[in-house]
């Protein structure tokens, strides 16, 4: 029989293995998460006993453990320091450990990985058959008859001329006035974002986002080690009084948005909140990029705040993987003239110019006048789509948090205690992809909410495997 000293000096023993054990792993996960760096001074035994709320000897025995390990080196007199060299980055890891079936990233996976038969209505695209295959052939065609430099050379470092002024001239139709040579075309919408954020932020910078928003946003700020803030978004635009405060509390440097088509709630921006971030935003110094990718969905264009601003602190983004093809991979960015040759070096540094072919497609189809009638057929297909998801979701007990005027997203609030990731994980086994509210929620706010493609859910089979999966 074991006497109770000697109980209670196991139980003693096993307490402080486990203390050791979570010094070793938060620096171990600070390591790989970026925060310590190879040749980073730790912080000293006492600050980190402080920090941790742990004994000076067990910040000690936990140094000196990873030490023995390699991941840490003694300099007498100086302290420790990061020896080991960095792990792959593994963006899920960084941030709040969450449920992976609720991942950005892990959607955007099942989405792209899905086989034929597999629906997906979680998905961020239209079907192959909405999208204008004519005339991309058509374009292919003349390209492929085009001078050798074309198919074979680099681009120019601000992108093909003639894309840029044929992009100038539609972006004036929306009020944003921009010249040529204040657009550079980038490969994708995506790309462009991560441009102007290595461009403006720095590790350790403050971030807005909305709340819900575009999930790529958390996992693209999560690898610029941005201290990300979420601002509740509202049926006009984002939550006025909490953006005045998050930039009084947290002085951020970027606001990423969509002003038009909100992704995933579908709405659009009124003049009056337009109007009122702009005055926020320009004694605070805050830089808007505002994300227009869907503009060409819209059937009674919403306020921008490229129009308002004049391009002095708004940074416009678009692409047309949405409306021509996500296989040509092409998008720009218009902004401010004296920043344009910054960001074309910094896109020369890392990606070396932009798809000279990609360009040249889209200006192919661009300049086709049936663009505009392809742009037309997609607003008309959504807008019956829209309407026939709302009456298949409302039949099952699923209700749009609002109706959007146009565009592909639904977002929906599912029934009272139901979890939308135990939902999607249903479905997933039963052939459907799902996007899990959580997945766009920085607060982890939209548990009961899924964001739906209205053009991904003209199969009446998903409303039957959704039911099934509620039951």
Not at 4 to 30: C, F, P, S, W
Not at 282 to 304: H, Q, S, V, W, Y
Request: hydrophobic share 45%; glycine share 8%; with cysteine.
């Amino acid at each position: 029989m074991v006497s109770k000293a000697v109980q209670l000096t196991l139980t003693e023993d096993k307490g402080n293995a486990t203390r050791i054990d979570h010094v070793m792993g938060t620096i171990r996960d600070r390591i790989a998460a970026r925060q310590f760096t190879p040749g980073a001074r730790l912080p000293s035994v006492r600050r980190a006993a402080k920090t941790m709320a742990v004994s000076i000897s067990t910040v000690v025995e936990a140094y000196d453990r990873l030490e023995a390990e390699g991941l840490i080196r003694a300099r007498p007199g100086a302290g420790f320091y990061v020896s080991a060299p960095l792990a792959p980055l593994t963006l899920n890891e960084i941030g709040p450990k969450r449920d992976r079936a609720v991942d950005p990233l892990w959607i955007s996976r099942q989405s792209l990985d899905a086989g034929d038969d597999m629906l997906r209505p979680g998905c961020g695209w239209l079907p192959a058959s909405w999208m204008p295959e004519t005339a991309l052939r058509r374009a292919l065609r003349a390209t492929s008859r085009a001078r050798a430099a074309v198919l074979s050379d680099y681009s120019p470092s601000l992108g093909l001329a003639p894309l840029r002024e044929l992009l100038a001239r539609r972006l004036s139709e929306r009020g944003i006035f921009a010249a040529r040579d204040q657009i550079l075309l980038t490969g994708s919408g995506t790309q462009a974002i991560d441009l102007v954020c290595r461009f403006l932020i720095e590790p350790g910078d403050t971030v807005l986002i909305d709340d819900p928003c575009y999930f790529n946003f958390h996992a693209l700020l999560r690898a610029h080690r941005a201290e990300i803030v979420g601002v509740p978004f509202t049926p006009n635009g984002p939550d006025l009084t909490r953006f005045a405060e998050a930039l009084t509390q947290h002085r951020p440097r970027l606001y990423i948005t969509n002003s038009a088509i909100h992704n995933p709630t579908g709405a659009s921006l009124s003049p009056m909140t337009a109007h009122q971030v702009l005055k926020l935003a320009e004694p605070a110094g805050l830089t808007i990029i505002e994300d227009d990718i869907f503009a060409d969905f819209e059937t009674n264009p919403a306020p921008r705040l490229a129009t308002f601003d004049g391009l002095a602190n708004v940074v416009q983004v678009g692409s047309f993987s949405k409306t021509l093809s996500a296989s040509v991979r092409c998008g720009f960015i218009a902004t401010r003239a004296d920043w344009i040759d910054k960001l074309a070096d910094l896109q020369l540094a890392t990606q070396f110019g932009t798809p000279h072919l990609s360009a040249e497609l889209v200006l192919s189809m661009l300049g086709d006048g049936g663009y505009r009638r392809h742009v037309e057929t997609l607003r008309n297909r959504l807008a019956g789509a829209m309407a026939a998801t709302v009456t298949r979701l409302k039949a099952i007990g699923i209700n749009p948090w609002i109706v959007p005027e146009a565009g592909m997203f639904l977002w929906c609030r599912l029934p009272d205690g139901v979890d939308a990731a135990e939902i999607a994980r249903r479905c997933l086994s039963r052939g459907v992809v799902l996007a899990p509210g959580n997945a766009f929620s920085l607060s982890q706010g939209a548990r009961g909410y899924l964001r739906f493609n209205v053009a991904q859910s003209t199969d009446p089979r998903l409303f039957d495997v959704i039911e099934r999966a509620l039951t």
